[in-house]
């Protein structure tokens, strides 16, 4: 994908599964997902894609979310994101920049293995207030502490929205989690927006008020959910996010049957 001068490129890992019902619901409907079997398994379980953006503009290489690791627990199974920088051309070496969307398990995989950072030359990135929340707060979770710790010495954290490169800005959208972060390509007159986990289907851009099980802050996610939702169906800008299914692009589009995401 072009977004202008940037190129941008999912970089799969693996994929998670889970029972749908259990993870996005709607208060007060019993069978939400009745009317989007097709998004489904037969067995009522949605895979989550995962993995990360390589976004790659002037003299930097940014990969943006680092998948869930070489790590199989049976729901979740990762592995492939080194092999996947590979088939772009890209080596762990190059990468100058690793940013973070927020820092659940299954975005921050490949920050480090075994206790070394991954990608040697890259400083890493993430808001200050997911630091505060998964690695040193109260809602410190192992494996964060695990995989962000061994990168301190490569860590910048950030507390306001900045540009990392040019056509590359980082936009603080909290409610999933207090610091996640957007990053929305500019470039040539168009934009594209790599949500992180503002949402985990694409059915959430038509459903105004699902919840998922693993918002911090379910009130503000939504409500940064359907601003975004509705902000996109308006300028036509383009989204994703990992947990889409294919790590595919798409655009919002909006009318007498509500919004409704469409790959591109
Ligand atoms: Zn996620």
Redesign the pocket.
Known sequence: MKIGDIEVLAVADGVGTEVAAEILTRPGVDDPWACHAHHLAADGTLALPLGGFLVRGGTRTVLVDAGVGPFDDGRYCGGALVDSLAAHGVTPGEVTDVVFTHL?F??VGWASVEGRPVFPRATYRAHRADWQHFVTGAGATPEAVAKLTPVEGQLELFDADFTLAPGVDALHLPGHTPGTTAYVLSSGGRRALLLG?VAHSVVQFGERDWEVIWDVDPAAASAVRNRIADEAADTGDLLVA??FPGMRFGRVLAGDGGRRFVAV
């Open positions: 659940h299954d975005h986990d990992a947990h």
